[in-house]
């Protein structure tokens, strides 16, 4: 009964959407009615590719006639001035003019949809569904997953792929990549008596389609490197169809393995074009859960996102096949049996790992290596006793070694080069498919993004740096910030900064004055990698190229570390003299007015060209102290939620400068320091010493 009023609560919300659009020629004036039929609110949500003309803007009203306005938007969606709405009652109407006839650009399209509903009568509520669908299935999936292997569930999460206008795609395809990894028959005896499982009636051919709109999301956005997380997760679903070597093929009911592989194979629904990349996909997945797998063996203990990703491991008969692609690997590599790092030590730990790779760091920095990739696997040899210098190099000696690696010097030199083979291929097969891959969506730990992020700490510094510098939007392509048109150029007069400093004035410092001329200026024209903006000072003769500009920054960044601050504080363990990070600085929490929230977001804006530009001078010992979450609402300024980590809440000023971080960084389509990156860092943190 919990499942049937699940599905039908989905099945509702299938029809609660209305989707509109108007692209390429906009009209000089339009005038469309949105409804949804028994709402009693609506909320609006733009897509994240609109895009107005200059001097055209697009209104939400309450009214045909566009009297009672609830937004306003213009510009670009990509540029934060387009952000979702709610409009009480079930009917909008999207009032739009250009000024011009005939302008061309991309349009719009804008989806409403049901958020809550008018009352009902007493018998038509309690025939109703229970508005609970997402959280009903969760509870089921834990407690009795053998109701969710029926097929009118199936169906159900198929069809929300298929809707264009549906909510909730990224969980019907978690709830499927779950669904596909339960054991057959789910559940035990007591919850599921009859040993039945449903999903021997699943078409699950129905889920090659998806490959279709994977391939349309990577030619259209191969700028952006990663594909946007739906995206990922339907290249998931199809990786893990049987007869690509996912680890699904040790989960799923052996017949219905046999007629999808039969049909995967035959060529016909999924392209022999296609099929490689989802086999490399599939063969990433199972090689996760090997390694994985391996830790749990341990039995070491880890920290919370690993262990999340080990409990959410499937089945045994799915890891066995996770740990014979690792075996796979390294026969591949000429390696005939997996060796245990030492006699004292069974298996490999996280810790052992982590040591590896800051030997395999240390190593390449020292021999001038472009990175740990580059390296041979006789160079991990560590030294024996007595060797004072490796390589030439002291510091690689056998004294320095045992206090930077003690449990890793305890290993045997054939299973440190074996392990190094290992996790070199796992590198490779990461950069190769990471595009499909890497959601970031660690509250999912069951899916492939979810335990990438688990083992960020087993990917190569060089893999990093390569995806990160990939990622970067583009430089324009003009002579240079000295001879370019329509660089924003900026006043400063640092003898009114200076007075202002002896006075105890923060209004007239040098990052009020950036902060002031720069705040308004558009992503796109500070978004380069030479150098944001030109820099003259008022009263003294100075021509930018390249020294005012750094010298300006400099100035910032020795105001904001100092009493005079009026955004960042010295960090607790500074003001106590306690602990690490004395010197740091965080974010001033009372930092609230509508002055100091715009210096934060420029702040923000310093931090992303810091990201982008060859020419800043980073001197900002900036950290945080707050465990947050956040949310960004298309392109809106995001809004603080509780971590279920903390009971602090987040200043709303720490998450506008990271927001305007995202904006300098913003790619056509899609932001780019968002989750996605959780692999290259463990930490958020973007400026350091």
């Not at 056998?398 to 074996?418: E, G, I, N, T, Y």
């Amino acid at each position: 009964m919990l499942c049937d009023d699940a599905i039908a609560h989905l099945r509702r919300s299938l029809e609660a959407t209305v989707c509109v659009e108007k692209r390429g020629r906009v009209p000089t004036h339009h005038c469309e009615r949105l409804h949804v039929a028994g709402a009693a609110s609506l909320l609006i949500e733009p897509d994240a590719r609109c895009a107005l003309p200059a001097g055209a803007k697009l209104q939400v009203c309450r009214d045909a006639e566009g009297r009672q306005v609830v937004a306003t938007w213009w510009g670009k969606a990509a540029d934060g001035s387009w952000a979702a709405v709610r409009v009480p009652g079930d009917v909008a109407w999207l009032v739009g003019s250009t000024g011009r006839a005939g302008c061309v650009c991309w349009g719009w399209r804008v989806r409403a949809a049901a958020e809550a509903w008018k009352a009902q009568g007493e018998q038509a509520l309690l025939e109703a569904p229970l508005p609970l669908g997402w959280p009903l299935l969760r509870l089921l999936l834990s407690a009795a997953p053998h109701v969710l292997t029926e097929t009118s569930v199936f169906e159900t999460m198929v069809d929300l792929l298929r809707n264009p206008n549906a909510e909730g795609k990224e969980r019907a395809a978690a709830m499927l990549l779950a669904l596909l990894a339960l054991p057959s028959p789910p559940g035990g005896p007591s919850t599921n008596p009859t040993q039945r499982d449903g999903r021997e009636e699943w078409r699950l051919a129905q889920l090659l389609w998806l490959h279709k709109p994977v391939a349309w999301y990577m030619s259209t956005t191969a700028d952006t490197l990663l594909l946007p997380r739906h995206a990922q997760l339907y290249a998931e679903l199809v990786s893990a169809i049987p007869g690509l070597g996912g680890v699904t093929e040790a989960t799923l009911p052996h017949s219905i393995v046999q007629e999808v592989t039969r049909r995967v194979r035959g060529g016909a629904a999924l392209p022999a074009e296609e099929r490689e990349q989802y086999e490399q996909l599939a063969e990433l997945g199972a090689a996760c859960v090997g390694l994985l797998d391996g830790y749990r063996t341990s039995g070491c203990s880890c920290a919370a996102p690993l262990q999340a990703a080990i409990e959410a491991l499937p089945p045994r008969a799915a890891c066995t096949m996770g740990g014979s692609i690792l075996k796979r690997w390294l026969r591949t590599a000429g390696e005939t049996e997996i060796m245990p790092p030492s006699p004292q030590q069974p298996h490999w730990t996280p810790r052992l790992d982590k040591q590896l790779l800051a030997w395999a760091e240390l190593l390449a920095t020292k021999l001038k290596r472009p990175g740990q990739g580059a390296l041979q696997p006789t160079y991990l040899v560590l030294p024996r006793p007595g060797e004072a210098a490796k390589h030439g190099s002291e510091a690689l000696g056998h004294a320095a070694m045992v206090d930077s690696f003690p449990q890793l010097m305890r290993c045997h030199a054939a299973p440190l080069v074996q392990r190094w083979l290992l996790l070199k291929r796992f590198n490779e097969r990461l950069e190769a498919v990471l595009p499909l891959a890497h959601t970031g969506w660690s509250a999912q730990p069951h899916t492939l993004g979810a335990r990438l992020c688990a083992l960020r700490e087993l990917v190569f510094s060089d893999v990093k740096r390569r995806v990160w510098q990939r990622s970067l939007p583009a430089a324009p392509t003009d002579e240079g910030v000295v001879k370019a048109k329509g660089v924003a150029v900026v006043q400063v007069n640092r003898f009114l900064a200076e007075a202002a400093q002896e006075r105890g004035d923060t209004a007239d410092l040098v990052f009020a004055q950036l902060a002031r001329q720069l705040h308004d200026v558009d992503p796109s024209v500070i978004r380069r990698r030479d150098r944001g903006f030109k820099v003259k000072f008022v009263g003294e003769a100075s021509d930018d190229y390249g020294g005012p500009y750094r010298e300006a920054i400099t100035n910032c960044c020795a105001e904001l570390q100092s009493k005079a601050s009026p955004l960042l504080v010295l960090s607790p363990n500074g003001q106590a003299g306690l602990g690490s990070n004395r010197a740091s600085w965080c974010l001033r929490p009372t930092a609230s007015s509508p002055e100091q929230l715009q210096q934060c977001g420029f702040l923000g804006q310093l931090m992303g060209c810091a990201l982008l530009q060859t020419q800043m001078v980073r001197r900002l010992a900036y950290r945080y102290i707050y465990i947050y979450r956040y949310i960004y609402t298309d392109g809106a300024p995001p809004r603080a939620v509780l971590s279920p980590h903390s009971s602090l809440l987040t200043p709303h000023s720490f998450l506008l400068t990271h927001y305007y971080v995202l904006r300098v960084l913003r790619t056509p389509h899609y932001s780019l320091l968002t989750p996605h990156l959780a692999l290259l860092t463990p930490h958020y943190s973007l400026l350091t010493t």
